[in-house]
């Protein structure tokens, strides 16, 4: 069992940043790869970022190339996305997730079976 809690969000004006975080109780971390998605109102919940259980591989959707970052540290079971240049249409619940099993990289909600309950990032024009 895997519980996962985020934190970090909050309200910004378009082009600040935030870094959101999202501690996993586990005794296993790093040997999961993790991801976060976003959800926004009316849409479906999509991919932000991925990383492998070692950190050494990341994915990024293409609307976030260039401003996000993933990272993870092992030792204290945490990943983290820094959000840079946010923009309003970056405004979602984000959502830390993890997989049953498995450190690689994963795109889809379906690879994943654990989710935190989201933080909520709001970014103002």
């Known amino acids: 069992q895997v519980q996962l809690v985020e934190s970090g969000g909050g309200l910004v004006q378009a082009g600040g940043s935030l870094r959101l975080s999202c501690v996993a109780s586990v005794r296993t971390f790093s040997s999961y790869g993790m991801g976060w998605f976003r959800q926004a109102p009316g849409k479906e919940r999509d991919i932000v970022a991925a990383?492998?259980?070692?950190?050494?591989?990341?994915y990024y959707a293409d609307s976030v190339k260039g401003r996000f970052t993933i990272s993870r540290d092992n030792a204290k079971n945490m990943v983290y996305l820094q959000m840079n240049s946010l923009k309003p249409e970056d405004t979602a619940i984000y959502y830390c997730a993890a997989p049953s099993i498995g450190g690689g990289i994963y795109s889809t909600p379906r690879s994943y079976h654990y989710w935190g309950r989201g933080t909520q990032v709001t970014v103002s024009s």
């Open positions: 990383i492998s259980m070692s950190g050494g591989r990341t």
